[in-house]
């Protein structure tokens, strides 16, 4: 069982940054496929970014060369630092860890202002 805890959304200007951290409990978040999902209203939820238990990284196109996906295995937590933040960026953001089952953190919402 994985515990997943978001924190670090906030309200932000176009161009701003934030970094969101994932910290988790109960089990080695490095054993686990981690990635970063958001949800604005009315839409899809969507993948962002992702780390593999090898340290392998996408991005979805509409975030490359401006957000970055990391993982610190001494603090068990998954990190994403978002830059030149758009306010189509503005969304729900969670956490999710995908290996023997399904985990989801209770999201933190980013809002990005025009």
């Known amino acids: 069982q994985v515990h997943l805890v978001e924190s670090g959304g906030g309200l932000v200007q176009a161009g701003g940054s934030l970094r969101l951290s994932c910290a988790a409990s109960g089990d080695t978040l490095s054993s686990y496929v981690t990635s970063w999902y958001r949800q604005a209203p009315g839409k899809q939820r969507e993948l962002v970014a992702l780390?593999?238990?090898?340290?392998?990284?996408k991005y979805v196109d509409s975030v490359k060369g401006r957000f970055t996906i990391s993982r610190v295995n001494a603090k068990n937590t998954v990190y994403l630092q978002m830059n030149s933040l758009k306010p189509e960026d503005t969304a729900e953001y969670y956490c999710?860890?995908?290996?023997?089952?399904?985990?989801w953190g209770q999201g933190t919402q980013v809002t990005v202002s025009s």
């Open positions: 780390i593999s238990t090898g340290g392998r990284i």
């Open positions: 999710n860890a995908f290996g023997n089952a399904n985990y």
